[in-house]
C-alpha cells in the first residue's frame, strides 16, 4: 500500500500538534514516518493508518520529536554561525580591507590621544554603549517586518527565524559591553598602553562589523542561502 495525498497532509497535520513548527523539519519527518508505515503495510497490510502512525511515533521515544529539534537546531545554529563567519571575511579581504583598517584606525587614535585613563574609560564604555543601544533598537523597530519575513509564503523555516531573529547579536554586544565594564577594574598602567588601545580598537570594530552582517548583510541574502540549503525552498 502506499500512503495518498490525504495521508501525506494528516503526517504534516501531526507534526505540528507536536509541536514542529518549522516546515523543512517538518517535511524531513513526514518523509520519515510515511517510508516507516509504507514498510509496515508491507509487513501486515491489515494495520490502519493510525495504527502504523502511532507505531511509527513510539519509535521516537518518550520525548516525541523534541531530540530530533534539538538536533536540527544544532547543526543549523552551526550552519549559520558558519555563514556569518563567511559574510564577516569580506571585510578582512581587498577592498573591504581598507574599510575594517580604517576604521580600527580611528578608534585607536582616538584613544590613543586620549591621555586621561579615567575619560578612556568614558569613551570605551560610550562606544560599546552605543553598539548595544543600536542593537537593541533596532530588533524593536524591525520587530514587525522580521516576524512576517520569517513566515513569508506560509511557511516557517529554521534557518529562517534564525536569519531574521538576527542571531542573538545582542547577547554578543552585551558581552563585549560586560568586557569594557571590567576595564575599570584593570591597572591604569594597563590602559594607558598602546596594546590596549589596539585590542579594544580590534574588539570594538570586530563587534561592529558582525552587528551589520547580522542585522543587515545576511537577512538581505535569506533568498540566496534559504534556496541554497533547502532544495524544496522553491517549490514550498
Not at 52 to 69: P, R, S
Not at 153 to 167: A, F, Q, S
Not at 174 to 191: A, H, K, M, P, Y
Request: proline residues 1%; neutral net charge; charged residues 20%.
Amino acid at each position: 500500500m502506499k500512503l495518498t495525498q490525504d495521508h501525506i497532509q494528516q503526517l504534516y497535520k501531526f507534526t505540528r500538534a507536536h509541536h514542529v513548527e518549522h516546515y523543512d523539519l517538518q517535511t524531513e519527518l513526514v518523509d520519515h514516518m510515511a517510508n516507516g508505515i509504507e514498510e509496515q503495510w508491507q509487513k501486515n497490510p491489515n494495520l490502519s493508518f493510525e495504527e502504523a502512525l502511532q507505531g511509527e511515533f513510539k519509535k521516537f521515544g518518550v520525548l516525541g520529536f523534541m531530540d530530533v529539534v534539538e538536533k536540527r537546531q544544532k547543526a543549523l545554529g552551526k550552519k549559520y554561525r558558519s555563514i556569518i563567519w563567511r559574510f564577516f571575511k569580506e571585510w578582512l579581504q581587498l577592498p573591504k580591507l581598507l574599510l575594517t583598517f580604517s576604521a580600527v584606525a580611528i578608534v585607536y587614535t582616538i584613544l590613543h590621544y586620549t591621555s586621561d585613563s579615567d575619560v578612556k574609560e568614558y569613551v570605551c564604555f560610550g562606544m560599546a554603549f552605543l553598539l548595544v543601544v543600536f542593537s537593541m533598537g533596532y530588533l524593536f523597530v524591525s520587530r514587525k517586518y522580521r516576524k512576517s519575513k520569517m513566515v513569508e509564503g506560509g511557511k516557517k523555516w529554521m534557518l529562517g527565524e534564525m536569519i531574521y531573529n538576527l542571531g542573538n547579536v545582542v547577547v554578543y554586544n552585551n558581552l563585549v559591553f560586560q568586557i569594557v565594564l571590567s576595564v575599570q577594574n584593570l591597572d591604569r598602567s594597563l590602559i594607558d598602553n598602546i596594546w590596549f588601545d589596539l585590542a579594544y580598537a580590534l574588539l570594538v570594530v570586530a563587534a561592529a562589523l558582525t552587528t551589520y552582517v547580522v542585522m543587515f548583510v545576511i537577512p538581505s541574502k535569506a533568498e540566496e542561502l534559504l534556496e541554497e540549503t533547502y532544495a524544496e525552498y522553491k517549490i514550498a
